[in-house]
């Protein structure tokens, strides 16, 4: 079946520093590949995602590019703020048998903290 | 500006009862559905509608119930039979044919309490 794996967490880093958040998956046919970010007592928001092989997803500094020959879609940012604390999750979306809609699986999530 | 409403964001319940969670929308989306996510766990799936007057269990439905009557409302019922309520309840909502490349637009979250 689907299935999402994210790096257990939580990841705790210096401002500026660099980001990498791994995620594989294991999905049939091509899935379209999502990464949402949960802030502190809220509920998730979209933060990039990928429909296609070799798509980059970029948003607010954050990028990450779907590799379907390592079946990976890594989310890396150049340098974090204190602001990006937060938990990260990875989701796939794909077709079931038949062609409909398979409910979006998601991972455990990786808690963020980052210091001053 | 369109979204997803869910109310109210802190819910106390005493051992017994039964409470509703609230979830509107006004995207105009075709699919809704109800996540319960833990302290440090991932979401996990309660319920889903991918139409009006329709709806599917997901993985954790014991304890649970839900009706979908209109379009814009996906209320979700916690009943007695729910072991261990206490969490943090999300409401999400998407078009399911685009559902592929749009993913989901989820509330705010309903934090529910038994005290």
């Known amino acids: 079946g689907n299935s999402v794996t994210q790096m257990e967490g939580p990841v705790t880093l210096s401002e500026e520093a660099f980001l990498t958040i791994n995620c594989t998956y294991t999905a049939t046919g091509y899935p379209s590949l999502f990464w949402y970010v949960q802030y502190p007592g809220e509920g998730l928001q979209l933060l990039l995602k990928?429909?296609?092989?070799?798509d980059k997803g970029s948003n607010k500094g954050f990028e990450a590019t779907y590799r379907k020959e390592t079946t990976s879609f890594h989310l890396e940012k150049g340098s974090v703020q204190v602001s990006d604390s937060a938990v990260y999750f990875c989701?796939?979306?794909?077709?079931?048998?038949?062609?409909?809609?398979?409910?979006?699986?998601f991972g455990k999530g990786t808690k963020l903290s980052v210091k001053p | 500006d369109g979204g997803i409403t869910q109310s109210p964001k802190y819910l106390f319940r005493k051992e017994g009862q039964n409470v509703t969670l609230s979830c509107e929308q006004n995207?105009?989306?075709?699919?809704m559905y109800w996540y319960r996510q833990d302290p440090g766990q991932g979401l996990r799936l309660i319920y889903y509608s991918q139409i009006v007057n329709d709806f599917q269990k997901g993985d954790i439905a014991e304890g649970y119930s839900v009706s979908r009557e209109k379009k814009e409302s996906f209320p979700l019922t916690v009943t007695s039979a729910q072991k261990n309520p206490t969490a943090f309840y999300l409401c999400a909502s998407s078009i399911p044919r685009s559902g592929l490349a749009y993913g989901y637009t989820f509330g705010s979250g309903t934090r529910l309490t038994v005290v």
């Open positions: 995207l105009n989306h075709d699919a």
């Open positions: 989701a796939l979306s794909a077709l079931n048998y038949g062609g409909s809609q398979g409910n979006l699986i």
């Open positions: 990928a429909t296609k092989a070799d």
